[in-house]
């Protein structure tokens, strides 16, 4: 079954979307094929995969950008002979400005022919200073720890500073977002980032398309479990800037090693075979990390509160800066564990080999 990710960006979308894609690789041994797209409208092909001897979708070096119509789009969708995953993101469809026709066109397309899971978040705070770390690094996504280091080296030294008008512009981004959704989608599931996060594995199994399938999780398939193989990838990303870890890290990292390099041997060799783009993204920053990187914080929930006090959206709450303080404390423990007594990580915890075998490819 086709699946559509609904997306403001920020909000879990290429977690979700390679997610979905895996679990129907590991549940259904490739029948059917399932690929995953990742976002439809900035170039797809139709080309000869010599790893499966048939013709499918997949995106191309170089082939990127809105050269395509949404007529297009469509006619390369209608005609492959697999499955697919991908995203639509609103903010790309207002940059491509093709005419009312065409989008309403491609909209009832996709509710004839996807299972649509819309994403959202309810810490929009926390959603809009993603967006503006993005406008920093002008990345949106990193998939190995070479490369989240290089990109992130010099902002986690030096910090940056947010004009409160970019906190503004992505409320009302989202605020847009969420009125494009209503007006156009008939939405199969939400997909809501706090919510669902933390039980993740739960959520895909737990969508239509699985239902017939024998829903082999993450443990089945590589011996951890996959909250545990997510919270190594975003750790073992760490290890390159430095930080210190406590010893209940260090163990957790030393004891799943090898469990994590056999999933990511597996991911590498899916995406070789055009089944996914890139890996699974990894987490950039937690809410305690924001904090910490942008110098003027205080006035962002300043001027995040002054908008929703304005405009007064239901799906919005203001915050107080206890508040943040204390769910940046629970989503720290989540992911850096209990004991916050820090040592410094050493070669003989994970040893450069072992930390090289983890991280195989640097992701364009």
């Known amino acids: 079954m086709n699946v559509l990710i609904l997306t403001p960006d920020r909000v879990g979308s290429t977690l979700l979307q390679r997610l979905i894609t895996a679990y129907a690789v590991i ?33 191309k070096d170089g082939k990127w950008g809105y050269y395509q119509s949404l007529q297009t789009i469509t006619e390369l969708l209608d005609t492959c002979q697999h499955d697919v995953t991908a995203r639509l993101a609103h903010y790309h469809l207002k940059r491509r400005n093709d005419n009312t026709g065409d989008q309403l066109a491609f909209y009832q397309y996709l509710n004839d022919n996807f299972y649509i899971v819309a994403t959202r978040r309810q810490n929009l705070f926390e959603h809009a200073t993603s967006w503006a770390i993005v406008g920093e690094s002008k990345n949106l996504n990193v998939y190995n720890h070479k490369q989240k280091h290089e990109i992130f ?40 980032y706090e919510r669902d996060l933390p039980n993740l594995e739960k959520f ?46 260090k163990d957790f990292m030393a004891a799943n090693i090898d469990c994590y390099t056999q999933a990511r041997v597996w991911l590498q060799d899916i995406q070789d ?59 720290y423990t989540a992911w850096r564990g209990p004991d916050h007594t820090r040592t410094a990580l050493t070669y003989t915890d994970i040893t450069p080999l072992q930390l090289a075998d983890s991280d195989l490819k640097f992701d364009q």
């Open 27 to 59: 549940n259904q041994n490739n029948c059917p094929l399932t690929v995953n797209l990742h976002e439809l409208t900035n170039g797809i092909v139709s080309y000869h995969n010599s790893t499966f001897d048939r013709k499918m979708l997949g995106k």
């Open 153 to 192: 080296e010099e902002i986690t030294r030096t910090g940056i500073t947010v004009q409160p008008e970019i906190i503004e512009k992505y409320m009302h981004q989202y605020d847009e977002y969420l009125q494009w959704v209503d007006r156009h989608f008939n939405v199969n599931a939400w997909f809501d």
């Open 204 to 249: 895909v199994l737990n969508l239509r398309p699985f239902a017939d399938t024998a829903k082999t999780t993450w443990k089945d398939r590589f011996d951890i479990d996959w909250n545990a193989w997510n919270r190594m990838h975003y750790l073992l990303s760490l290890v390159l800037f430095k930080y210190e870890f406590s010893q209940e890290e």
């Open 273 to 331: 075979a055009g089944i996914v783009i890139s890996c699974i993204p990894i987490k950039l920053h937690t809410l305690q990390e924001k904090s910490e990187l942008i110098h003027n914080i205080d006035q962002c929930l300043i001027a995040y509160n002054q908008w929703v006090n304005q405009h007064k959206p239901s799906y919005a709450l203001t915050y107080t800066p206890e508040v943040l303080t204390q769910t940046a404390q629970l989503e």
